[in-house]
């Protein structure tokens, strides 16, 4: 498979699993229009790759961030139609993410702030180092974020908390992360890579039609009402019944063996 090349990421499909790394480790990994539009593009590559892969990693290249933020010696003489384009761009590849079929895992590895937590927020799940820093400080430099902060932070911790948050403009570090919601896993930094990759394989093993649907109805049907969230569960538990890997798993299930699922 011959896989582009960037100037600002880097992106690595290896055995069902692509790795997108955002590679400005000397501006903090911070996300300028250059960079937002080549994970927009990058995304782009996965979907047209999707038989080949099976779980998306995004991480920040080097030991110190994750990504510190938006690029703020971009931002800064901008004005306001200028700003409300980057924010589109933004929208646009985080929209990107949250659309794969694939499950999505954000390996944070380090500071995760303003646009690094938006971007973090729109991945499906968040593995996160014991050094990890979280925040959406826009308010410091006198913005509110741009990039889904206030949307997608409020949807993993409450309204209170992200008001909090954003209001403060201070940082939480990886065990308040994980116990307001942000984070659903803490690693040691060395075995950060690790943890992400050992979910990514168990995900594997399952049937990758279900973990799509699933991850589908979850996204589709959590600002429902319940009843309605419920119809739209039934017809999507419904529909895994046309399927291939409904018969192969149920039948391991009772012939007492491992699965062998073929859905892409």
Known sequence: MKINTYDNILLDINEGIATLTINRPKSMNALNTATLTEIGEALDEIKANADDIKVVVITGAGEKAFVAGADISEMRDMNSLQAAELSKVAHNSFGKIENLPQLTIAAVNGYCLGGGLELASSCDVRVVSEKAKFGQPEVTLGIVPGFGGTQRLTR??????????????????AKEAYRVGIAEEIAAPEALMDKVMEIAHQVMKNGLIAVSMAKYVIDRAADL????????????????????????????????????????
């Open 156 to 173: 993993l911790v409450g309204r209170g908390k992200a008001k909090e948050m954003i209001a403060m403009g201070t940082m939480i570090d």
């Open 225 to 264: 009402p319940l009843d309605t969230a419920i119809d739209f569960e039934t017809q999507m538990w419904a529909q895994t019944f046309a399927t291939e890997d409904q018969t192969e798993g149920m039948t391991a299930f009772l012939e007492k063996r491992h699965a062998k699922f073929t859905s892409k």
